[in-house]
Nanobody
């Protein structure tokens, strides 16, 4: 069974850091895109960062300069290092995977999603 499993969320104070992990298992193809989205109650999911098969990285303006997405192909894992966290970063963070290229910040680009990991940043 193919699945994505996120971990690494938690509660931190503003200015702190977290590293989220997304482990992919059971997939029979090499994904073209893997991404992190986030969502707060009552709002749509927002694309945070993505990484392509060739290692290109893309970021939302809201996290650019504070976050780094990376991948370990040997472990089939994607990471999101978030630094200088702000209260507005508080959200449920989801990992997503796409076999094909697409608009990285659009939900419909991605076929599968993880269950999410909560990030809470207090002021």
């Amino acid at each position: 069974l193919a699945q994505l499993e996120e971990s690494g969320g938690g509660s931190v104070q503003a200015g702190g850091s977290l590293r989220l992990s997304c482990a992919a298992s059971g997939y029979t193809y090499t994904p073209y895109l893997m991404a992190w989205f986030r969502q707060t109650p009552g709002k749509e999911r927002e694309g945070v960062a993505a990484i392509s098969l060739d290692g290109a990285t893309l970021y939302a303006e809201s996290v650019k300069g504070r976050s780094t997405i990376s991948q370990d192909n040997a472990k089939n894992t994607v990471y999101l290092q978030m630094n200088s966290l702000k209260p507005e970063d508080t959200a449920m963070y989801y990992c997503a995977i796409s076999r094909y290229s697409g608009v990285w910040y659009t939900e419909r680009t991605y076929r599968d999603w993880g269950q999410g990991t909560q990030v809470t940043v207090s002021s």
